[in-house]
Structures are given as C-alpha cells and as structure tokens.
C-alpha cells in the first residue's frame, strides 16, 4: 500500500522547469489518452473522453438552436473526387493517407482517409439539390478525421483527431457570411462560456486561411506558456467549390445559379488548450461546466457512527440539484491519497465530511483551483455548492483574462521585437502593410505567425512595423502550437 501511495503522488515535472513534459505528465497521469501502436494515433480513455464529451455535448445543443442537423460522411473519397479542386488537394497533399489495396487486391483508383471532407459533401449535395426553395442547407458532421502529421503531441497534434465540420450551402453571399460568423461565435461561446479560456476573434491571413476559402475566421486562445492556439475556424468558402463540383439550383428568377458555401470546424485540440490555459503544477484544474464530476464528497473516518449514512444523504441532494457529484468510500485507500487524486484529476470541490463535521452540521469544502479549505453549513449546501461552482467558473475565466493581458503588448519597434520576443512571450499587437513579403519575412525572422486581423482594430500608428509602408491592419503575432 506505502509503495502504491507513493508511485501514484510522484511530482508532475514542474511546467517552469519543462513546459512540453509537464504537459504530457497531466495527460498520462490522469490517464486522459495512451499512445497507440501507430506513431500519431492516441487512444482517449474515458476521462479524457468525457471531456470531449462536455465539449460536444454544449456546442451540438448550440448547433441544433439554430437549425442545423447533423449527418454522416464516408471515411474514405476517391481520388478523383479530392482532385477536383485543386488549391484544396495542393493544400492537404503532404499530410494524405491513401488506402491503395481491398484486402490483397490492388484498387483500380486510390482513397483517400477524410482530412477533411469538403469534397465528398460537395459530390453528394451536387445530386441532392434543385431549387433555391431546397435552401439553406445547414448541416454537420461529428466524426474522425487523419492528416498525417510529421511531430505529434496528444490532442494539440495528432494523425487523427476527432472533431465535427459544419458544410452549409446558401441562396446569398450575404446569407452566406452571416452564418459564418455565427458559427465562429458560437465556437466563441464554446471557449468562453464553457470552457472558461478567453479568446481573441477575427480573420485569417490569406497565406493562412484554408485552401479553397474565400475567407477564413478563427479564434485564438494564448496559453499558460505564451503561446498561441488556434482553438476553432469558420470558413466562408464563396462559390469556390459548388462551381468546381457543379452543384447548382433553379434561383427565384428561373436561372441555374451556383449556391454560397461554408465550412467551419473545432477538434478535441481544445482540451489540450483547457489543459494548458487551466492546469499547475498539481495536475488539471478543471471549470466546473467542463467537469464531468463537479463534486467529490470524500468521508472521513468511515467507519463512525453516521459517517456514511450523511454522506450518503449528501450525494443524493446534491445528485437531486443537478451537480455532476461522486462518493468515495474506497476503503482501501487512505485519505491524503484521495485529496491528491482528485486534485490531480482536476475535480473543482472536494468535500470532506467526519464526525466532528455532523455534530457541527458542516462540511469542509476545498475549491480546486484556491486549494482552501472552507467551512460550511449543510443547511441548505445545495445552494452554497451550486453558487461555488458559479464563482469558481467565473474566476477561472478572469484570471485567464488577466493572464492574456498581462502577455500581451504594443510592439514599438521591429528590430527590438525580434531581440526580445525570445524572453517575450504571448501576444503581440503590431501594424501590418498586408503584403505576403512581410508576413513571411516576420515568420522567418522570428518563428511568430499573424495569428488574425482582430475584429476590434486598434490604431497603433500608420505604418508597417515590418516594412515601414503605410498599414492597413492592426494584427495579432505569436508563436503557436
């Protein structure tokens, strides 16, 4: 037992000290994932899976709010089908996985394993559509896809991932940049709201939209190492690939037309931002609305008079307000043991209830995220618990806030910039001219990408910091995942 006790509370590699180990000591410590024989494929335990469960589970609800419905695509697309857009396969060419035999009988034409799915939604809403009243057509994906990846790092960069990519088809370009957004706030609302990580919303570079967009939006999230994530994309694909598939409908005049496109999309790449927006050096710290257990109500002294019966009329009205909540009555392993584990897994209260605690009609509560210790009331501790979980949701959002802030800064010179970004991290505010030179010229330079055009533009003077010419964007730089 000492020996079990001791291998399981072995120190996470301090996040100062190794910010890549620390990251994958949480993972593999809470058994999140577990490498797979294949390099790049991880397999999610079902910690890890109720996490991307919490995820799916709040934005498939905002989804169907407003009017999507979701469906499902083959794995596999011919070859012929991925070349019929060019730009697209050139952009998706180094990380394919091709299927090129049935058993032992070579394929008279390659397949292609999803990287996406663009082109075999397009081919079937070719035959599927006629007329603009057919129109719109809103509909999503939840499924897996695989783009072969050189270096890996569970959730953050993996061969395959899962995720869902909306694909909805519109009358108007207008009908059809509206829901773009929409779809892009809703991401927003995925992060902030649920998942407590404040983000940074606007429009991709055209050297780092998708291929085959006519716009690209996304959210950019900072983490606890100053660098950035992109956390979600919404695509506004124009007429881009309903004219390569020749997908068309009679319009309103009695005219053959082509509809306006979109594609938009998030993966479980997010929880490895909530890892590494949240987490110390303890383990996960997990908001309350993303924890699959929000309450652990750990007895003391079990064997008393009483212990178990009140804790277990604990469980149950908290279980009765709604609150994700568990019990431990694992004899077997001792209670220093249980508060490490759960503080370990991230659980946002732990509640410990003894003796003393029933003659006193309180409980002991500890918030994950403080580590105190607080004393309170059972008269009415459904409510006191809910109201903790609420503040706790929101105080772990503003400290990320401040986090953000504190790492983000004006840059006033290029060539100090450069010097300092090393020593520097987190989010950079310059002008930008809006020529590729310089975009690529700053990513040479410096290893920093434009992360977006922000939304909210702020005048930050009237050149280029990195050619000097006149500006015509204030930009968001970092280094990035």
Not at 232 to 255: E, M, P, V
């Amino acid at each position: 037992m000492a020996k079990k006790e001791k291998d399981f509370v072995k120190e996470i590699t301090p996040m100062e000290e190794d910010f890549s180990r620390w990251y994958t000591d949480v993972i593999l410590k809470n058994e999140l994932v577990d490498y797979s024989p294949v390099k790049g494929f991880m397999v999610i335990r079902p910690y890890g899976y109720a996490l991307w469960e919490r995820i799916q589970g709040f934005a498939d609800e905002k989804f169907k709010a407003t009017g999507h419905k979701n469906m499902y695509f083959p794995l596999l697309i011919p070859e012929s089908l991925l070349t019929k857009e060019k730009e697209h396969v050139e952009g998706f060419a180094p990380e394919v996985a091709w299927v090129t035999h049935g058993g032992s009988q070579k394929l008279g034409e390659r397949l292609v394993i999803r990287p996406t799915s663009e082109t075999i939604i397009c081919h079937m809403y070719a035959k599927w559509l006629n007329s603009y009243r057919d129109l719109p057509y809103l509909y999503n994906q939840w499924c897996s896809v695989v783009r072969w990846e050189k270096a890996t790092r569970p959730f953050l960069r993996t061969s395959e991932f899962l995720w869902q990519e909306g694909h909805t088809l519109h009358e108007t370009n207008e009908e059809a940049q509206a829901e773009t957004l929409q779809m892009l706030d809703i991401y927003r609302q995925v992060a902030e709201d649920l998942m407590a990580i404040p983000v940074i919303t606007g429009q991709k570079s055209e050297k780092e939209k998708f291929a085959g967009a006519h716009a690209t939006y996304t959210m950019e999230a900072l983490m606890h190492d100053g660098q950035a994530l992109q956390a979600g994309t919404s695509h506004n694909l124009g007429q881009h690939f309903t004219k390569a598939f020749d997908i068309k409908f009679q319009g309103r005049n009695g005219q053959e037309q082509h509809p306006y496109h979109t594609s938009w999309g998030i993966s479980t790449r997010l929880i490895g931002g909530l890892i590494m927006v949240h987490s110390d050096n303890r383990g996960l710290v997990l908001p309350p609305k993303m924890a699959p257990i929000q309450v652990v109500i750990i007895p003391i002294a079990m064997n008393k008079e009483g212990v178990m019966e009140k804790a277990n009329n604990l469980y149950d009205s908290l279980k009765a307000a709604g609150i994700r909540v568990e019990l431990d009555d694992n004899k077997e392993n001792s209670t220093g043991w249980k508060f490490n584990q759960y503080e370990m897994k991230g659980y946002p209260i732990r509640i410990e209830i003894g003796p003393r605690d029933i003659e006193n009609n309180q409980v002991v509560a500890v918030r994950r995220d403080k580590l105190e210790k607080e004393t309170l009331s059972l008269d009415n501790i459904e409510e006191t618990i809910s109201s903790m979980l609420a503040s706790m949701q929101v105080d772990m959002f503003e400290k990320a806030k401040a986090h953000r802030e504190t790492h983000t800064y004006v840059v006033d010179d290029y060539e100090q910039y450069k010097k300092d970004l090393p020593n520097r991290p987190g989010f950079a505010k310059m002008m930008w001219c809006g020529d590729r030179e310089c975009e690529d010229k700053l990513k040479d330079e410096t290893g920093a990408s434009i992360r977006c055009i922000p939304f909210e533009q702020e005048n930050l003077g009237c050149k280029c910091h990195i050619c000097g010419k006149e500006a015509k964007h204030m930009i968001y730089v970092a280094r990035a995942y």
